[in-house]
């Protein structure tokens, strides 16, 4: 994430310090903006401690302050002592420090695959697990360093404590009453812990615990097979675990495109100590005591509810979800009902009442980002968010197409998709009216991927053959996160897939495996 080094500032009369270029831009646009409309915000914008306040400093707040100090706008955030929030803490920061650790591990002992590339290491491959643990703790306190610096350096007033809403355009926190022209919540979720199951964050734990790396245990149940469940077992494993996995839907990995799902079976399961368990609910899960009592694990049927098995394990990761932290907000302040705790918002992430399908009204001058409203829970979307409600705070109507936001799992290799899964696309095609067609880009024909030895994968380009546009793209392979980005522009940027088999990819690199999926999904072969 961003952090700038620290600037010269300008003063302005009416909004604080702004830095110079901002305030040079922000000039060019103010001139050419409504005159009367802004003379309105400023006038509103004197009555208040704040032009807008934000509760909430992860990605999504964080996200939200710069914008807002780059928009000349008078900024505080409510931190909870917590800046970085789940991302940086707890998130995606540590997890992907134990992967790549824990990637370099698997890497160093695959001797065939080294051997293949003409090397050979001597002797054990060893890693020291506190250690390990440290690189990621490390990472995050720096990340988080920068995130406050940054804040610092724009001018943003950070306040320690958490924000509870007092009223319209009141945020109370430390025993005081802080007024703003516009608020934006953004407090996150927590790890999601089925009823049933009793974490100790030792034995049975949820990422926050996983995340510590307390230890490395022999064999370990992981509750979930999304993301986080996938990035842990690719950690554990590299690190000489032994992984059952407990999925209550009817296959593993049940919300990434099926095709995809199949090969990462074959990529990252098989030859893997992983084994796995589908369509049973973990129903009741008993923590141990490391060494001495394994921990326990009822599982259920999913769907007649009957047991079916007891497994002992020496620990337990609950990867289930998350659900939004919204509970002591003061929402009620407001009038606010949220739907299973999530906050509902428009697609201008305007807070509204109660569902938009039920009636919800826009509570105005409030505004909802990130984890807590449901729509999209990652990182870059929180973030992507919380820019977006600047946009609106600003009267420049914005939304955020949440259809050409990317997603990655890390692992190796990582999986990456973005827009509609090819099941999803033919269903639209039925209801709408349209063709779907699909075409693959294999890695196993990539000069780069096979360079690297590392040939496995594919890149599934989903089209609407009537129109030729986009609908989703899916990729497993060696830097799969990377390469998802292009199809993520494009769609966004609405490029045909004609014009995208036509666009030159540098030789040899990854991205060549989507110009042969280009080029197939057009009828061409790639050279
Ligand atoms: C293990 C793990 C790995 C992940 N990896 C990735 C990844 O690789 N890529 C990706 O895109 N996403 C990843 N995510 C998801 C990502 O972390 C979240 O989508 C993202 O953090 C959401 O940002 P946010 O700002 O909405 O909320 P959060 O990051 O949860 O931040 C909310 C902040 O608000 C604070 N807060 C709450 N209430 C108040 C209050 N009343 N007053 C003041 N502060 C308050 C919280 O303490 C917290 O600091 C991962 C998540 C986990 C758990
Ligand atoms: N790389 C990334 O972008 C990344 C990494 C980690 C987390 N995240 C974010 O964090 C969020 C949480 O991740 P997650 O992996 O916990 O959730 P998830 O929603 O991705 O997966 C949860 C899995 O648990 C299963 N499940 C739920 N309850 C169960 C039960 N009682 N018994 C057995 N299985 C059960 C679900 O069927 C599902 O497959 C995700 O929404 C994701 O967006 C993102």
Redesign the pocket.
Known sequence: FFCPKPMPHLMSATRGFVPAHVATAQRVREVSRDVSHRQGALFMAEQFDYDVIIVGCGVGGHGAALHARSEGLKTAVFSGRDVGGTCVNR??VP?KALLAAAGRVREMKDAHHLKALGISVEGDITYDRASVAAHAANLANKVKGNLENSLKALGVDVVEAKGVLAGPHKVMGDGKVFTAKDIILAPG?L??V?PG?TCDEKTVFT?DGGLRLERVPEYVAI?????????FSDVYTALGSEVTF????DRI???FDPEIARVAERLLIKPRAIDYRTG????KVTPGIPGEKPVTIEMIDAKTKELVEVLEVDACMV????VPNTKELGLEELGVETFRGFVQVDENMRVLTKPETEGGEVVPNLYCIGDANGK????HAASAQGVSAIENIKGRKHAVDHNTVP????THPEVAFVGLSEEQAKAKGEKEGFKVGKSIGHFRANSKALAEGEPDGIAKVVVNKDTGDLLGVHIIGLHAADLIQECANAMAAKTPVSELAMMVHTHPTLCEVLDEAFKGAVGRTAH
């Not at 509750?223 to 990035?231: R, V």
């Not at 407990?246 to 839907?249: G, R, S, V």
């Not at 049973?280 to 129903?283: E, L």
């Not at 990867?319 to 998350?322: F, M, P």
């Open positions: 998130g995606c997890s979720s790890p999601f089925p199951v990422s509750i979930g097979s999304g993301y986080i469940g996938l990035e407990i999925e209550a839907m990995m049940p919300t049973v609910f973990a129903s990867a289930t979800g998350r999209l829970m990652l990182a997603a990655a799992c890390f």
